[in-house]
């Protein structure tokens, strides 16, 4: 069976899904077509803003129940889980709020005629969505889509099956009409079957590259807009006029929030001589007060990863990067004496261009060290990677921190902190980390018709 609970702290199997057969599916995208033409393109926002505000207040009442869903399926920390469902619900309101006035017609100073744009809903968009935050991600793609007009069908990650349902329920009690927001226990070649069809107007994917080149390039073919946002390796530049304990504080939330399981964690940690000693001092000791244990467990504050085979893939490219030159500071192994998935807090070094870690998304919490000898350096390195997705800059001077931010050749960068997400920050990456933006106003644009009306 594809879609299963296996709790990583102890590789128990705690439930099961059966994938849908291909009638099963064409009855829900008929129903996700009827929902958009009848209904929901037709309501107002006042009436699309009520359901969301209501699964956004639902949400929060009920933050323990959907919180521990989290850590039950993926392994997270529970009160990492509880600052996800309370972000979700932000994001929900955010939109229910704010998608009317991103969303208004707006006139056009023309040289002649009167103009004037006016955005409408394109149908029924199809998102393939990732296990690391379970919820956040497909209210990303599921609150500006559904205030805009559009109705959504989600094939969501087969390890958390129970958030993915429980998303479902909660819009439907919060009002939504059937066919609104669909879940899909799918498999891979029916992701291909929902992108062919015809009902289908675009399609949204947050994961791998190697899921991402396959999902856009059938959306291509069909000639359907894609948005992407793929993986990443962050820079987290330290400059000589930084402060070291908030750098060194940040390095730590930066690499080891969501056990290192982030698309935004901070991945490369590219520090100027003239601190580098002090810094990888500093940040050996943080990372090695790390206390494995359940995620359950308020006191615990390494969680497992996801999976076995998420702790095998790391391990084994940690053991490639060693093999090729890396010298391990701390780390490197799993941690024995657990049964789930626990990877040691672990720093690499000596990281030679050739090394095939220098260009690797590290998914967990292993962190590449880099010594390099100024500002300049520091910018060619956080850009000499495949990816552009985040990242840091520290430095007590704001300005600098600017000017060295507008250097780096990626969607966002954050001076003085390690990446964040809130619903009013667009997020999104260039290069191998994709195309397109989510949250704020920007992520409410992607799918609908900016259609200019002329008068005369
Ligand atoms: P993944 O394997 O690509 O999975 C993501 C989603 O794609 C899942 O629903 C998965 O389904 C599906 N999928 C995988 N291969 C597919 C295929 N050939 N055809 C159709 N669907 C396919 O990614 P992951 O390993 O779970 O997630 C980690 C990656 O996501 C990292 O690279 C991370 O940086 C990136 N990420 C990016 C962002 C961002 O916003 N930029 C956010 C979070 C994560 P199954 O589960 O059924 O395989």
């Known amino acids: ?45 006042a009436e699309r803003k009520a359901v969301l505000s209501r699964a956004a207040a639902l949400m929060r009442e009920r933050t323990q129940e959907f919180a521990q869903l989290i850590t039950l399926e993926m392994g997270k920390l529970i ?29 056009l100073n023309t040289a002649k005629g009167d103009a004037v744009v006016e955005s409408s809903p394109i149908g029924v968009l199809f998102g393939v969505e990732p296990w690391n935050y379970p919820y956040y991600q497909i209210v990303r793609f599921a609150a500006p889509n559904l205030m805009a007009g559009n109705v959504v069908m989600v ?16 819009l439907e009690e919060a009002g939504a009409p059937a066919g609104a927001y669909t879940n899909l226990f799918i498999t891979k070649d029916q992701v291909a079957k929902v992108i062919d069809d015809d009902r289908i107007r675009a399609v949204a994917l947050t994961g791998s590259e190697g ?30 006029d930084a402060d070291l304990d908030s750098a060194v504080k940040h390095a730590v939330s930066g690499r080891m929030g969501n056990s290192g399981q982030a698309c935004t964690a901070s991945k490369r940690f590219i520090v100027v001589d003239a601190l580098a000693d002090r810094f990888l001092e500093k940040f050996q000791t ?32 940690v053991d490639e990067a060693v093999s090729h030159g890396a010298r391990i500071v701390i780390g490197g192994q799993r941690i024995e004496g657990q049964s789930g998935a626990f990877m040691q807090p672990t720093i690499l070094t000596d990281i030679a261009e050739d090394n095939p870690a220098y260009l690797q998304e590290f998914f967990g919490p292993v962190a590449l060290f880099f010594r390099v000898p100024d500002e300049a350096a520091a910018v060619a390195l956080a850009n000499d990677s495949p990816f552009g997705l985040g990242g840091s800059v520290f430095t007590q001077d704001v300005e600098r921190g600017k000017r060295v931010a507008r250097q780096i050749d990626t969607g966002m960068v954050f001076i003085n902190s390690a990446a964040v997400s809130m619903p009013d920050l667009p997020f999104g990456g260039v290069k191998n980390s994709g195309y397109g933006r989510e949250l ?8 609908v018709n900016k259609k200019l009306i002329r008068v005369g």
């Open 1 to 45: 069976m594809a879609y299963q609970s296996t709790n990583p702290y102890n590789g128990q199997i705690v439930k099961s899904f059966d994938d849908i057969d291909d009638a099963q599916l064409l009855i829900k995208l008929t129903a996700a077509q009827a929902c958009f033409d009848q209904v929901w393109r037709h309501k107002g926002f």
């Open 79 to 107: 009160a990492q889980s509880e600052g996800e469902v309370k972000l979700s619900a932000a994001i929900l309101d955010y939109y229910a709020e704010h998608a009317e006035s991103f969303l208004a017609p707006e006139k």
């Open 155 to 170: 094939k969501h990650a087969s390890n958390v099956p129970q958030c993915a349902l429980a998303f479902e329920r909660l």
């Open 211 to 240: 899921a991402g080149a396959v999902v856009a390039q059938r959306a291509g073919k069909n000639l359907k807009k894609s948005t992407l946002e793929l993986g990443g390796s962050d820079a987290f530049i330290v400059l000589e």
């Open 286 to 317: 943080a990372l090695q007060g790390f206390e494995a244990g359940d995620p359950m467990d308020r006191k615990t504050t390494l969680a497992p990863l996801s999976s076995a085979q998420a702790l095998k893939t790391l391990l084994g490219q």
């Open 440 to 447: 704020s106003g920007a992520g409410i644009q992607e799918f």
